[in-house]
């Protein structure tokens, strides 16, 4: 079992940018995989971006790709969503997830989920 809280969202003018956070407990921390999506008012859950168990690897959707960065600090059970440069229509609930094994971009690979964090982008 894995235990996620999100943490940083909030209100922010086009242009600004806010940092994410997500604390895990539980399992093994630096066995999991962790993943970004988020979810806008009537719109399907959406992939923003993924990092491997050491950190190594990352990847993010081409909507956020240059913008947004993920990163993870295993002795801090934490794993981190920089967003820059943001758009209103970044606008939505931001999710962070895990699963053993290797990163994915399917929101359906993930076994954990957080309670999830609103993030507003005004005009």
């Not at 440069?85 to 993930?110: H, I, N, Q």
Request: hydrophobic share 30%; aromatic share 14%.
């Amino acid at each position: 079992q894995v235990q996620l809280v999100e943490s940083g969202g909030g209100l922010v003018q086009a242009g600004g940018s806010l940092r994410l956070s997500c604390a895990a407990s539980g399992r093994t921390f630096s066995s999991v995989a962790m993943g970004w999506f988020r979810q806008a008012p009537g719109k399907e859950r959406e992939f923003i971006a993924t990092i491997s168990q050491s950190g190594a690897s990352t990847y993010a959707a081409d909507s956020v790709k240059g913008r947004f960065t993920t990163s993870r600090d295993n002795a801090k059970n934490t794993v981190y969503l920089q967003m820059n440069s943001l758009k209103p229509e970044d606008t939505a609930v931001y999710y962070c997830a895990a699963k053993a094994g290797y990163s994915s971009s399917y929101y359906y690979d993930y076994d954990y989920w957080g309670q999830g964090t609103q993030v507003t982008v005004s005009s």
